[in-house]
């Protein structure tokens, strides 16, 4: 599975765009880019996943240059409750059926959103 | 919200005590995964389960046993609990086991272990 570098933690105010991103160098050819959000006591949940170029849902926009090796999580005019730790994963989607790989989750960006 | 839940979702206990935990799912999803949590580490795969019965070893797996007697349910059991298991416990769920399929998580198990 492809490394994930993402900051350890960010700040941020209410009503701001906040863009979040992640380096993953050795991505390969079949490797999507997911990310996942996870308030306090809570588990993670399913954000956003792309292959390239760009994303967009209800929730997020994902944001991926032509060569792969990054991304970017955008969260458009956040409020306090997008306070959450948000984790980038990559990973190939033929892998499957045993193995201990599959979802690497690391230690994720911690967000932090003042008023 | 994918119908997961846990059992219990808090639960203090003493070193060298067997301590089970539950994951019950209603999704019908045929991939069940524990993982553990803890400060500095991120989220770390204990054991997994692709069927009834089916089941194997995560990168965590030492000191912890899996069953899955049914597909609904996934036991996480501890043989003999230490210190070092106190951490946060989540089960989750997927269709698939492909990194691009989402995983659903339950609300948490919280084990000291004293």
């Known amino acids: 599975l492809a490394k994930t570098t993402q900051p350890i933690s960010m700040d941020s105010y209410e009503g701001q765009e906040v863009n979040i991103t992640c380096s993953h160098n050795?991505?390969?050819?079949?490797?999507?880019i997911t990310w996942y959000q996870q308030f306090p006591s809570q588990g993670p949940r399913f954000i956003i996943q792309g292959y390239k170029t760009k994303v967009t849902n209800e929730v997020a926009s994902l944001f991926i240059p032509a060569d792969r090796k990054s991304s970017t999580l955008s969260l458009p005019r956040v409020s306090l409750s997008d306070t959450a730790v948000y984790y980038c994963?990559?990973?190939?989607?033929?892998?499957?059926?045993?193995?201990?790989?599959?979802?690497?989750f690391g230690k994720g960006t911690h967000l932090i959103i003042q008023p | 919200d994918a119908g997961i839940t846990q059992s219990p979702r808090h639960k203090v206990t003493e070193t060298g005590t067997p301590v089970t935990l539950r994951c019950h799912q209603t999704e019908n999803h045929r991939y069940m995964y524990w993982y553990r949590q803890d400060p500095g580490h991120g989220l770390r795969l204990i054991h997994y389960?692709?069927?009834?019965?089916?089941?194997d070893k995560g990168e965590v797996s030492d000191g912890y046993s899996v069953s899955r007697s049914k597909t609904e349910d996934f036991l996480l059991t501890l043989e003999s609990a230490t210190s070092s298991q106190t951490s946060v416990y989540f089960c989750?769920?997927?269709?698939?086991?492909?990194?691009?399929?989402?995983?659903?998580f339950g609300p948490g198990t919280r084990l000291t272990v004293l």
């Open positions: 989750a769920i997927s269709l698939d086991r492909t990194s691009t399929d989402t995983q659903y």
């Open positions: 994963l990559v990973g190939d989607n033929r892998r499957s059926g045993g193995g201990a790989d599959g979802l690497t």
């Open positions: 389960s692709y069927g009834v019965k089916d089941t």
């Open positions: 050795n991505i390969a050819t079949n490797d999507y």
